[in-house]
């Protein structure tokens, strides 16, 4: 698409224009700490009703947060991007009140189709689910007119 630093500006863009429509990360408080091309660091905290019956972190809501890296993950280049499927393995239980932090990478993208990994972690650093996501490029922009606006090639 263009240099580094605009690629980072476009990555950034489209995850805020996203985040904005996000109905479901916003109300579990997750954050963007970062953005690039074909990658994203997303965070929360595990609030009270973000628990199971075992008081620990539902796994639905691990999995939310995940995905939510691995969408701006794969649409950072203003491709509209959804997911093919996706798989998660819980590796750790997780208390009220850690903070999580959901790595997303792109392992490898051919045509229209896309892996990508993605680590949670709690603020220890210690790793506590893996998380895989296929992806497939649609012929649109993930952020509607954002190409025109910049000047940059169509999908």
Known sequence: MGDADNDGDIARTVAEEMYALDSAARGLGIVIDEVDNNSARVSMVVREDMLNSHRICHGGVMFTLADTAFAYAC???????????????????????EKLTAVAEKKIRKRRTGVYDVTVSNENGDTVAIFRGNS?????????GLNDKLGLDKT
């Open 75 to 97: 649409n950072s280049r203003n491709v509209s991007t959804l997911a093919l499927s996706c798989s998660i393995d819980f590796v750790e239980a997780v208390a009220l009140g």
């Open 136 to 144: 497939y490029q649609l012929k649109a922009e993930s952020v509607p």
